[in-house]
């Protein structure tokens, strides 16, 4: 799930939401943290500890929250979405 509502929540109100099927929270630039959890999860690289602006569930099913509030300074980088790949109904 991702989103801005889960965006520095104390985990006090996260406790409070029905999250037993979320396995991650991602909030703030989620270009950014996305590509890094993919890449740690399918491609063993770095820690899920490591990535920024997430949450995640560890081996005891508990939402451990990483770092929050660190932006990518240069949004201008980001590739646009290949838009091309949906099908839009009219």
């Known amino acids: 799930m991702k989103g801005a509502v889960f965006y520095d929540l104390p985990n006090e109100i ?8 979320v396995d991650f ?3 703030a630039e989620e270009e950014i943290a996305l590509k890094k ?29 990483n770092k929050f509030g660190v932006f990518y300074e240069y949004l201008d980088n980001i590739p ?5 790949f949906k099908t839009f109904n009219e």
């Not at 959890?37 to 929250?65: A, P």
């Not at 646009?80 to 091309?84: K, N």
């Open 80 to 84: 646009f979405p290949a838009r091309y």
């Open 37 to 65: 959890l993919v890449s740690c999860i399918f491609g063993n690289r770095g820690t899920l500890s490591g990535i920024e602006n997430i949450f995640y569930k560890d081996s005891r099913g508990k939402l451990i929250k």
């Open 14 to 21: 996260i406790d409070l939401l029905n999250l037993h099927n």
């Open 25 to 27: 929270l991602i909030a």
